[in-house]
């Protein structure tokens, strides 16, 4: 079992950056893929980006490539989300999320351990 909670939301004005965290709980972090994905209220959950377990490749949707970082330190079991640039569009609650086949697939229904979410709110 491993239990995701994610922080660094908040508000901010469009242009902005802020950086999410996402701490895990376990041991076997490290054997995880990690995504994080978006939903703006009335809309999917979207993809936003995913990072292999070793760090070594990392994927981004088009809307926020460019523009956002995905890391992450296996020693300290976080993975974080660093977005510059930021536009309203990009409103919306932000999840992480773990796939324990290590790929980061951009499809959410793979992944198998999800945070409950910190909403990042972006003022135009």
């Known amino acids: 079992q491993v239990q995701l909670v994610e922080s660094g939301g908040g508000l901010v004005q469009a242009g902005g950056s802020l950086r999410l965290s996402c701490a895990a709980s376990?041991?076997?972090?490290?054997?995880?893929?990690m995504g994080w994905f978006r939903q703006a209220p009335g809309k999917e959950r979207e993809f936003v980006s995913s990072?292999?377990?070793?760090?070594?490749?990392?994927y981004y949707a088009d809307s926020v490539k460019g523009r956002f970082t995905i890391s992450r330190d296996n020693a300290k079991n976080t993975v974080y989300l660093q977005m510059n640039s930021l536009k309203p569009e990009d409103t919306a609650v932000y999840y992480c999320?773990?796939?324990?086949?290590?790929?980061?697939?951009?499809?959410?229904?793979?992944?198998?351990?999800w945070g409950r979410g910190t909403q990042v709110t972006v003022s135009s």
């Open positions: 990072i292999t377990r070793s760090g070594t490749a990392s």
């Open positions: 999320a773990a796939d324990t086949t290590g790929i980061g697939s951009r499809w959410y229904g793979v992944y198998d351990y």
């Open positions: 376990g041991r076997t972090f490290s054997s995880y893929a």
